[in-house]
């Protein structure tokens, strides 16, 4: 597909044009969707680099609630589920919903909006400090959040008529949610005030990994592709297998995704890096 199709993804419209027969990596539509959302966050950092706070804020809210409502009546008029249920999957309306609905940006505007605002927030106040009662109340509510909207689909997945209310308001408001609980623990950690959470999240030995993170990203559907093309036989479904498949996956990517970013990112990054000191170096004199 990549041969006749690959001018979509370097064009960013992947998610876009054509169906799932017509995309080059199928994976590769986050990059799209990325590109097109910090396109679009543009109307909303320019008003604020220019001191027009109300106005960036509106738009901001606005996306949220641009994002809510559409995915509401795509939901509703496509008659989809809350999300991509494990039970019964039905594999035309899957690829359907994915097309329609969880590879286009409007999806994925709120969550973005939301950090946006809260980039905003931190760029104006970095020393932020939050009251002993908020924090007592934004610890449990960040937390029943997040467990609202992993085991909030649960009783679907385990065969529970759908009630179509209850189907799109899910739909429409669980990615807010979680990015409402995600949000949270960015800012706390942010600032200081994370704890222990703010200890696991910044140790260091994460942050080689979370430098290849786009690599892994972009690197381990082609493994997992190559070890199922391997395959003569069936194997056997457990939570062992799922595990070690899994462990060894991530294990060999990661290995993978190390000497691809010293031998594209890293490059890429220093050279830039020596453009724009270069750049700063000459407006100061100038000045």
């Known amino acids: 597909m990549c041969r006749n199709w690959w001018w ?6 992947n998610n876009f044009l054509g169906g799932i027969a017509q995309r080059c990596l199928e994976h590769s539509w986050y990059l799209c969707c990325d590109m097109q959302l910090f396109i679009l966050s543009l109307l909303v950092i320019i008003p604020l680099l220019k001191n027009k706070t109300i106005t960036g ?3 901001n809210i606005a996306f949220i609630l641009a994002s ?3 995915i509401a009546l795509v939901t509703h008029y496509k008659d ?17 919903f ?3 609905l969880y590879f286009l940006p ?5 969550p973005f909006a939301i950090g946006l605002l809260l980039g905003y927030v931190y760029w104006k106040n970095p020393q932020l400090k939050f009251t002993k009662n908020i924090k007592v109340l934004g610890w449990p509510l960040a937390f029943g959040f997040n467990m609202a909207v992993v085991y909030g689909v649960y009783p679907w997945n385990n065969g529970a008529e759908q009630s179509r209310p209850v189907v799109i308001l899910y739909a429409a408001t669980h990615r807010i949610v979680w990015t409402l609980g995600v949000a949270w623990v960015t800012m706390v950690c942010i600032t200081g005030q994370g704890g222990i959470i703010n200890k696991i999240l910044s140790w260091k030995c994460l942050i080689p990994l979370s430098r290849v993170t786009l690599e892994v990203y972009l690197l381990h559907p082609l493994l ?16 062992y297998s799922a595990f070690y498949i899994y462990i060894s996956h991530l294990v060999i990517v990661y290995v993978i995704a190390i ?3 010293l031998a594209f990112d890293t490059p890429f990054y220093h050279l830039e890096k020596f453009i724009l000191i270069r750049k700063f170096k000459k407006k100061e004199e100038t000045n």
Not at 8 to 13: G, H, L, Y
Not at 80 to 96: G, K, T, W
Not at 224 to 239: F, T, V
């Open 106 to 110: 409007y999806t994925h505007l709120g």
């Open 224 to 239: 997992q592709w190559l070890y199922m093309a391997s395959l003569h036989d069936r194997i056997y479904a457990s939570h």
């Open 98 to 100: 994915a097309q329609k």
């Open 259 to 261: 000497v691809c970013c």
């Open 8 to 13: 979509k993804n370097a064009i960013f419209v």
């Open 68 to 70: 809510v409502i559409s």
């Open 57 to 59: 804020i509106c738009v």
């Open 80 to 96: 989809f589920p809350p999300v991509q249920l494990l039970i019964n999957p039905d594999l035309s309306q899957q690829a359907e």
